[in-house]
């Protein structure tokens, strides 16, 4: 069992970073992947970063080169810092935990945070 917290979210203008952390329990942190999701309001929840328990990683189009997916295995948390943030990056950002066989969607996770809002002004 892992129980996951995220926290970092906030109001930025455009052009702004923030910098998400999640928080995981469990002794076991270190072997699961981790990934990032978003929930914008009326839309479906999506895929923005991965990153395996080995360390590989993979974004969505939209945010790479902009966001970039680690994790420090000693602190049991992994982060999600986003820069050059864009209106359309606003959204509730959703950490996960799991297997990762299907990183992409979020049907492939196994645990899941409360979530946290991140809003971009123009």
């Known amino acids: ?7 970092g979210g906030g109001l930025v203008q455009a052009g702004d970073s923030l910098r ?9 942190f270190s072997y699961y ?3 990032w999701f978003r ?4 839309k479906e929840r999506e895929f923005v970063a991965f990153i395996s328990w080995r360390g590989g990683t993979d974004y969505t189009d939209s945010v790479k080169g902009r966001f970039t997916i680690s994790r ?3 602190k049991n948390t992994m ?5 050059s943030l864009k209106p359309e990056d606003t959204a509730v950002y959703y950490c996960a935990a799991g297997q990762g066989s299907l990183w992409r ?3 492939g996770w196994d645990y899941w945070g409360q ?3 991140v809003t971009v002004s123009s």
């Not at 998400?20 to 076991?28: D, P, V």
């Not at 982060?79 to 820069?83: A, G, I, K, S």
């Open 20 to 28: 998400l952390s999640c928080a995981a329990s469990g002794r076991t």
């Open 1 to 7: 069992q892992v129980q996951l917290g995220e926290s």
């Open 33 to 35: 992947s981790m990934g």
């Open 39 to 42: 929930q914008a309001p009326g």
């Open 72 to 74: 420090d295995n000693a």
């Open 79 to 83: 982060y999600l810092q986003m820069n």
């Open 105 to 107: 969607t979020p049907e």
């Open 115 to 117: 979530g946290t809002q």
